[in-house]
């Protein structure tokens, strides 16, 4: 079973790309993060249609032309949730958070929260949408084979960022964002990327600016969150860098996990 997550930064934009990609590669399984759609255009034919001629069932969560997150299945889509469970206020209604059961596992799309500086209100919005995070997947953790996977915008660890001394006082890597991901870690996943890639210069983001992705100078910030009997089943772990190449290419590479 293979699974891909991937900030496509717009499918608008990047929708044949989207769809070669899939051809090529043959997930069974596709999060999409940052779709920049509403649920109304995502649903006309240019989209769905296309991913459903495929083979996809579709589900998507998307407001504006802002965030936005989606689930694609070869292998069933069921118990679909849109967004934290209860009561979501602003902002914690945004269309950052998807999660549906396919193949008999719990998986999760999520696009956090960028935080822009560590004294922007955004930054704490950040802080306590991982909580909110964290306390909608317990349940799912417990119950059944999980994976949350989507763009974190995280690097975990210093391994994680091309030169941790620069982004040692910057959002993406601060004490808190971190602690954020090892707690929701606590609830019973495993961050599956380091067990299959442990080498340095793993990234899954790089900036538009020129010159950044050529040199490697980037993120690890895409995420793969597994329960232990996932983890187990994992066989290999991907970042697809060549797409990240190409032109009009997200800034963000897929994250491809294989499972027995």
């Not at 109304?40 to 495929?54: C, I, M, V």
């Not at 549906?100 to 929260?113: E, I, K, M, Q």
């Not at 982004?167 to 929701?184: K, M």
């Not at 870690?185 to 992705?213: I, K, M």
């Amino acid at each position: 079973m293979r699974i891909v997550t991937w900030n496509v930064n717009s499918v608008r934009v990047r929708q044949p790309r989207v769809l070669a990609w899939l051809r090529r590669h043959q997930p069974d399984v596709a999060l999409l993060q940052e779709t920049k759609c509403t649920d109304g255009l995502f649903a006309q034919p240019e989209f769905t249609g296309e991913y459903e001629a495929l083979g996809y069932q579709v589900a998507h969560h998307g407001h504006d032309h802002w965030n936005g997150v989606a689930v694609l299945s070869r292998v069933g889509l069921a118990e679909v949730q849109r967004g934290f469970p209860g009561v979501n206020r602003r902002p914690f209604d945004e269309a950052r958070v998807i999660a549906a059961t396919c193949g008999g596992l719990r998986l999760w799309s999520v696009y956090a929260p960028n935080g822009r500086t560590l004294a922007d209100p955004h930054y704490l919005y950040k802080l306590v949408w991982f909580e909110r995070l964290r306390a909608a997947v317990v349940p799912s953790v417990a119950s059944a084979p999980t994976m949350v996977a989507g763009d974190f915008n995280v690097a975990p660890t210093d391994l994680d960022i091309y030169d941790p001394v620069r982004w040692r006082r910057r959002t993406h890597a601060s004490p808190a964002e971190r602690a954020g991901i090892a707690a929701l870690c606590d609830t019973g996943l495993h961050d599956v990327t380091r067990d299959h890639l442990a080498e340095a210069g793993v990234y899954t983001w790089w900036s538009y600016r020129p010159g950044q992705f050529q040199l490697n100078r980037g993120l690890r910030i895409d995420l793969a969150l597994c329960t232990p009997d996932l983890a187990a089943r994992t066989r290999g772990v991907w970042v697809d860098t060549e797409e990240r190449a190409g032109s009009p290419a997200s800034d963000h590479a897929p994250l491809v996990v294989d499972l027995a």
